[in-house]
């Protein structure tokens, strides 16, 4: 028996007027839009059927040819410690490695001090082995180290990380540093436009877009002030999202930031644009104390979610991170949750899956147009810049924090364990800090499900 044997004949041809009779009769009485049809935090409404959308381009990573790059944050304080995590990474699947400050916004209370030591042992051990570094929180002065030691050498994908609106330093002085740093960068890109603070504090993925959106737009601003053409500060340019395990919202999110980021360059008046760097990093926000196995299957949904979306890096946080330091065994589930899915599953061979489906297309859509009609109320405030010093932005994420309903969290509300497990860190964890007058919070620190 092949294929060809069945008898198309055999299902009888339906409708959407005919399903929703099913539908109806299935109900028993019980409202359609009330029972089916759920909404996102920026009150989207998401039905439960759509028609598949024809004729959709795929939306693909910048490098269509080849898998994201599995990206493990060398987040240790202690330098000897942290280089032989590098060594453990690089050998067991990692081909990317993020370096993070202490005082990043997404240091959640880990990072180093001391960069310029660390990045010399970084870049002498395992130079051809990394074939993305990326920098999260560091000064200027580092990133020249890094620019002027990896010239010339093509295999390495430099990300310097610099974004204006989270240090909120000289503006002026932030530009010229930028424009001064692209000629000692070999591939890459030197800033980010960064919303997962936005995300990490309670905002919704409209938001987290928003700021990410009103970003470029003032690095773009700043850049070309400084006399740098907008298709090269474009290419300069990364954007930063989380994902979390909200797998349809999160696979629109990162496919809806690569809508936005064309359409500021045709508003630019650029007509070819390089496409977007998208780093995407598992979410802190998602993440709970008690019962910390469970956020494994959190960051598998995210994982996957972000690789389906068009990722081009992803980061994942360890597990444990909510208890101190991660161990060992903590970031090398972080690491394999990527590699599974690439060297088992083969994820990464497959070019925007989500093309077409009529669901993650209109989710997409809705997404970044809602996002538009936030950023705009932002730019109409005077730009980013503005909107954080007067607070409004810090107002309007705590204003969907508190909106959001609470629901059961597997582990600590629902199914939790009488008597929690001893964790295994490598040490206690330093203060946690935000950027853009916003602080990260955590699962079972609120109402996020």
């Not at 081909?95 to 880990?110: D, E, H, P």
């Not at 890096?313 to 690439?342: C, F, K, Y």
């Not at 996002?371 to 932005?393: C, M, N, Q, R, V």
Request: aromatic share 4%.
């Amino acid at each position: 028996m092949n294929i060809d044997s069945l008898d198309p004949g055999i299902f009888d041809q339906t409708d959407h007027k005919a399903w929703l009779k099913l539908v109806e009769r299935a109900l028993k009485g019980k409202d359609f839009q009330e029972t089916l049809v759920s909404q996102t935090d920026d009150g989207i409404a998401v039905q439960p059927l759509y028609p598949r959308r024809r004729d959709c381009a795929p939306l693909a990573r910048c490098r269509a040819d080849a898998p994201w790059t599995a990206t493990q944050r060398m987040d240790d304080p202690d330098i000897e410690r942290a280089m032989a995590q590098l060594g453990d990474d690089l050998a067991n699947g990692a081909s990317g490695i993020s370096l993070v400050s202490a005082c990043s916004g997404s240091a959640f209370g880990t990072g180093m001090d001391a960069p310029q030591p660390l990045l010399s042992k970084a870049l002498a051990a395992a130079p051809s082995r990394i074939a993305t570094l990326r920098l999260d929180g560091f000064s200027s002065g580092a990133a020249r180290t890094v620019a002027a030691s990896t010239a010339g050498d093509g295999a390495q994908r430099l990300h310097l990380g610099f974004d204006a609106f989270l240090t909120a330093g000289n503006f002026a002085n932030f530009a010229l540093d930028i424009k001064g740093l692209i000629e000692f960068l070999p591939l890459g890109t030197i800033v980010n436009a960064d919303g997962r603070g936005v995300h990490n504090a309670g905002g919704t993925e409209a938001q987290e877009l928003a700021v990410i959106a009103a970003s470029l737009v003032g690095h773009l601003r700043l850049l070309e002030d400084a006399s740098l053409p907008l298709k090269t500060a474009l290419a300069a340019t990364s954007l930063c999202l989380s994902a979390d395990q909200n797998q349809f919202t999160t696979i629109a999110k990162i496919r809806a930031a690569r809508l936005i980021f064309t359409r500021i360059a045709e508003a630019c008046g650029v007509s070819d644009p390089p496409p977007a760097h998208l780093f995407v990093e598992t979410s802190y926000r998602m993440l709970t104390r008690l019962d910390p196995e469970t956020n494994i299957l959190r960051n598998t949904i995210a994982v996957f979610s972000a690789g389906v979306g068009g990722a081009d890096e992803i980061s994942v946080l360890p597990h444990s991170l909510t208890h101190g330091i991660p161990d060992p065994l903590a970031r090398r589930l972080a690491r394999n949750t990527q590699t599974i899915l690439m060297a088992e599953s083969h994820l990464d061979h497959v070019l925007d899956p989500a093309a077409g489906a009529g669901g993650i297309e209109a989710l997409t859509d809705a997404l970044a147009e809602r996002a538009w009609e936030i950023f705009t109320g932002i730019e109409g405030k005077g730009g980013l810049a503005k909107t954080i010093a007067s607070g409004e932005l810090a107002a309007m994420v705590a204003e969907a924090r508190a909106k959001r309903v609470a629901k059961p969290i597997v582990g600590t509300t629902l199914f939790a364990m009488k008597t929690e497990r001893p964790v295994v860190v490598l040490g206690a964890l330093g203060p946690i800090t935000g950027g853009m007058g916003l602080m990260p919070v955590r699962l079972d620190e609120g109402t996020e499900a």
